[in-house]
């Protein structure tokens, strides 16, 4: 919003911090260069963080269109999925990453310098990605642009090799009471759970 606008109306406001666009970890993109937009509603106002949780995920979401595309090539591929919290302090990334033996790393583009350390602090890491951030501009050597690794992919799908009691992906807890420890989910479960998401977005 353009300070003149912001001058205008704040004096009319009681509680301003609702209307200035400014929360903790809010994406902000150049309108007129996104090629769809969203509108997320929820009937109530807020003075800090969001008034729903359905709202927080889903526009964690449609800002990591990347991620979703991710985790279904790491399925397809016949691998399997980590997925963690873009907040994450790098000390407990780099611990589950470790503890998994990951061998690549997905993040947004924002998060350079985090990827960076964690490559380094992870062994197993082999290859970074950075989704929306330029191919000249990557913080290491083993880490990729998402846009440049797309442009190069095959536009044949690759061979499905699992079956449904295959691994698909770890579920780390928060590990409040010490190091978290990965919980297992089978591609039988994995679309239950999905299923049980939806419902409660629903809801």
């Not at 205008?8 to 400014?22: A, E, F, M, N, S």
């Not at 008034?51 to 591929?77: C, T």
């Amino acid at each position: 919003m353009h300070t003149e606008a912001l001058d205008r109306i704040l004096p009319t406001v009681t509680k301003p911090g609702r209307y200035t666009g400014g929360e903790w970890n809010s994406i902000v993109k150049d309108w007129e260069a996104s090629d769809v937009r969203w509108a997320l509603a929820f009937p109530d106002v807020y003075d800090i963080g969001m008034s729903n949780l359905g709202l927080a995920i889903l526009y964690d979401r449609l800002n990591a269109v990347e991620g979703v595309l991710a985790i279904f090539g790491i399925l397809k591929a016949g691998a399997t999925f980590v997925g963690v919290n873009t907040t994450t302090k790098v000390d407990k990334l780099a611990y589950v990453l470790n503890n998994c033996q990951a061998k690549g790393l997905f993040a947004p583009g924002r998060q350079a310098e985090t990827v960076a350390e964690v490559m380094a602090a992870v062994p197993s890491l082999t290859l970074g990605v950075l989704c929306e951030q330029d191919a000249d501009a990557m913080p290491h050597s083993n880490v990729k642009s998402f846009p440049a690794l797309l442009a190069a992919a095959s536009p044949e799908r690759p061979a499905n090799p699992c079956i449904d009691i295959d691994l698909a992906c770890l579920i780390y807890p928060s590990g409040s009471t010490g190091h978290p420890t990965g919980v297992m989910s089978t591609h039988t479960t994995l679309p239950f759970a999905a299923s049980f998401l939806l419902l409660e977005l629903a809801n």
